[in-house]
């Protein structure tokens, strides 16, 4: 499958550069809205090429030779690579740019990447660059074609998963705004879990730490959010417990929600996360999350008014 992906509705809050998925073995990625380089010329500039202009041919030739030196400049985007792991095997992946290992490229010696691991990649991407990925040792690859690419500073997320029903290796890509200056956190919610379950949901609640023992405990709200997966968030500063609800038909034919994987998260401002539901040991489940930050002893969130909203939704995709 090959082509551009379609920016879908936004629910709550406007993003502004669009945000796209594939899940295929050979997909193009388009996380854009136009080239990554682009020309900037100052208005003085034109105004005095324009008098020169007006004035005789070699007098606009003699202020047009200037601008290889410095009136017109290539402009620099700062958009790293964020590589994610979800293909549930012992042999770790391997990545090439355009036939060179971009996992050594700029001084990188950590090799390949294994399952459930994440990492920033030193090696920018540019458009039309062909990725190729391989499980090591093991005769699975996929691909993955640059398409557009933003035309502000942003983080770009490739996860890495298997497709459902076949050993071949599918994609999800997203893309996080600039996170600098940001009030909030921003966190993709991914899943890459191939089970049963019909509707699997995230659910965030305000995270309390444990009452030593001897302490008298008291009754404090908690706030609780609902989160569907394959969508990026911007999250409230804090600590939260995550938890998985899967949904299932039963014999009667209603729909029975349960709650599964659980993680405890911790998440600042101004910083990109992703969370990962993915498979735990034959037929498991787990959550998975980069960067994961150590929960302080007696670490608390507790917010006002209770039930009030967690969460603001960034994007979604289709």
Not at 5 to 22: G, H, N, V
Not at 196 to 216: S, W
């Amino acid at each position: 499958h090959l082509g551009p992906w379609r920016a879908a509705p936004l629910e709550i809050r406007p993003l502004p550069d669009a945000m796209m998925k594939c899940a295929t073995a050979v997909a193009a990625m388009a996380w854009a809205l136009a080239p990554a380089e682009s020309l900037s010329v100052g208005l003085s500039s034109l105004r005095t090429a324009e008098a020169a202009l007006s004035s005789s041919r070699e007098a606009a030739q003699r202020m047009l030779r200037p601008l290889s030196s410095g009136l017109v400049t290539a402009l620099h985007l700062d958009q790293k690579l964020l590589l994610c792991n979800a293909y549930p095997s012992d042999s770790p992946i391997t990545a090439l740019r355009n036939g060179k290992d971009m996992l050594t490229d700029g001084g990188d010696v950590k090799g390949a990447i294994g399952f459930q691991e994440c990492r920033y990649i030193s090696s920018q991407v540019q458009k039309q660059d062909r990725l190729d990925f391989a499980l090591r040792d093991v005769e699975v690859q996929g691909t993955f074609e640059v398409g557009d690419l933003p035309s502000t500073d942003a983080v770009l997320l490739l996860v890495l998963e298997k497709r459902e029903n076949s050993p071949m290796l599918g994609f999800q890509s997203f893309a996080f705004p600039s996170a600098a200056g940001r009030k909030d956190a921003q966190l993709a919610v991914i899943n890459t879990f191939k089970g049963n379950a019909t509707a699997p949901r995230l659910q965030m609640e305000d995270y309390i730490a444990p009452i030593p023992a001897g302490k008298a405990s008291k009754i404090v709200a908690r706030r609780t959010e609902e989160l569907n997966f394959n969508r990026v968030y911007s999250v409230e500063e804090g600590s939260y417990d995550a938890s998985i609800l899967d949904g299932a038909v039963d014999a009667s034919g209603s729909l029975v929600q349960t709650k599964a994987a659980s993680k405890v998260l911790k998440v600042s401002k101004a910083t990109n996360y992703v969370l990962l539901r993915t498979q735990s040991g034959t037929s498991g489940e787990s959550l998975v999350v980069f960067p994961d930050a150590p929960l302080p002893s007696g670490t608390a969130h507790v917010g006002a008014p209770a039930l009030a909203l967690l969460v603001a939704l960034v994007a979604m995709f289709t």
